[in-house]
T-cell receptor, first 113, second 113 residues
Framework: AQSVTQLGSHVSVSEGALVLLRCNYSSSVPPYLFWYVQYPNQGLQLLLKYTSAATLVKGINGFEAEFKKSETSFHLTKPSAHMSDAAEYFCAVSDEADYKLSFGAGTTVTVRA | DVKVTQSSRYLVKRTGEKVFLECVQDMDHENMFWYRQDPGLGLRLIYFSYDVKMKEKGDIPEGYSVSREKKERFSLILESASTNQTSMYLC????????????FGEGSRLTVL
């Protein structure tokens, strides 16, 4: 079974600063990894996904994530935070044979002016 | 754009009532899912359906049932609502073969008194 752990339930950054959200996974097979974002009062939307191609994955809104097998990590970064990045972010894992995604507990990002 | 519509954004019900949460998607997706979202716990899968009239239990099916009579519609049923079912419920859909790329509705926030 797959699972993910998101380190830190809340992250506060200044506008223009680096955003770093940490995700570690556990999987017995090569994983598919995802980051989703949830803006206030909305459903989740896909930010980016890793499916065993390039280890550095670029997503929407300037976010990217790097798959590191040796560290079982898939951390999400954005070089310069914007006020509109305030949201909750979820890491998720699946494998090819499984219809189900397993989600982390989520990390809430606040951006200070 | 894919649209997943959940019939009610906010519901307040009494303990013991039967509750129906409806979800409709307009992109002919084969797979549909019901998740429950609670602070600090992330999203947990209640039930999923990989095709019409097909359903499988997720991680927390107790106290819930589902119905999928038509491809576009997936209903979540609480036969006898309890206070511990107060939560945000999220419906999602996915095209067969696109591992992990879920499209979510905006959620239904249920309060059981």
């Amino acid at each position: 079974a797959q699972s993910v752990t998101q380190l830190g339930s809340h992250v506060s950054v200044s506008e223009g600063a680096l955003v770093l959200l940490r995700c570690n996974y556990s999987s017995s097979v090569p994983p598919y990894l995802f980051w989703y974002v949830q803006y206030p009062n909305q459903g989740l939307q896909l930010l980016l996904k890793y499916t065993s191609a390039a280890t550095l994955v670029k997503g929407i809104n300037g976010f990217e994530a790097e798959f590191k097998k040796s560290e079982t990590s898939f951390h999400l970064t954005k070089p310069s935070a914007h006020m509109s990045d305030a949201a909750e972010y979820f890491c998720a894992v699946s494998d090819e044979a499984d219809y189900k995604l397993s989600f982390g507990a989520g990390t809430t990002v606040t951006v200070r002016a | 754009d894919v649209k997943v519509t959940q019939s009610s954004r906010y519901l307040v019900k009494r303990t013991g009532e039967k509750v129906f949460l409806e979800c409709v998607q307009d992109m002919d997706h084969e797979n549909m899912f019901w998740y429950r979202q609670d602070p600090g716990l992330g999203l947990r899968l209640i039930y999923f359906s990989y095709d019409v009239k097909m359903k499988e239990k997720g991680d927390i099916p107790e106290g819930y049932s589902v119905s999928r009579e038509k491809k576009e519609r997936f209903s979540l049923i609480l036969e006898s609502a309890s206070t511990n079912q107060t939560s945000m419920y999220l419906c999602a859909s996915r095209s067969e073969g696109l591992v992990g790329e879920l499209f979510f509705g905006e959620g239904s926030r249920l309060t059981v008194l």
